[in-house]
């Protein structure tokens, strides 16, 4: 690519995945509040935030520059499961989840000066029954709370409670690559 790309996000596994697929990138990261207006969608937070994060960098942005903004919001049940707090709510958390069918949405912003465009995708994923001491080695050991829904699926606990995912695997990782490098061949 001949503009450069800036990642806004501190996330290790959106850098791995933007490095995976070949693309040289700077990571950089603002103070951006995740919060939403009150009655958005809950299928639209994950979009609204990924703006929010992209358009921090507007102000600053040259003509040559694209910034990715993306945030990734686990769903169940009508309610939205983001970062855990501590690690009570995290264990809980993952015992909600235990057994059931939940969404990962990831919501992207790719923003240039000129243009803009936003999407999400939808992965389902299917957890089979977890303990509570399955639930609480996981948090102790692997301390998920920069996770939303408290779990990495490429961590132990995908390796034994996720049965199976419906849709793009690397969105619940945390940015649905695929997409993201097709749509920036287009950009």
Known sequence: MDRKIILASKS???YELMKMA???????SKNVIEEHPVGLAIELIPQHLAQKKAKAFLPGLSDH???????????LGGKVYE???????AISMLLTLSNRMHEVITGVCILSKQKELVFSEVTNVYF??????????????FKPFDKA??????????????KKFEGDYFNVVGLPINRVYHELKKF
């Not at 089979?128 to 050991?141: D, G, H, K, L, M």
């Not at 829904?149 to 996720?162: N, P």
């Open 83 to 89: 970062k855990p707090l501590d690690a009570a709510e």
């Open 12 to 14: 290790r596994r959106r």
């Open 128 to 141: 089979n029954e977890i303990t509570q001491a399955e639930a609480e080695f996981y948090v102790n050991r």
């Open 22 to 28: 070949g693309f040289e990138f700077e990571v950089q």
């Open 149 to 162: 829904g408290s779990y990495a699926c490429q961590e132990w606990i995908g390796a034994i409670a996720i």
């Open 65 to 75: 520059e694209i910034v990715i903004g993306a945030d990734t919001v686990v769903i």
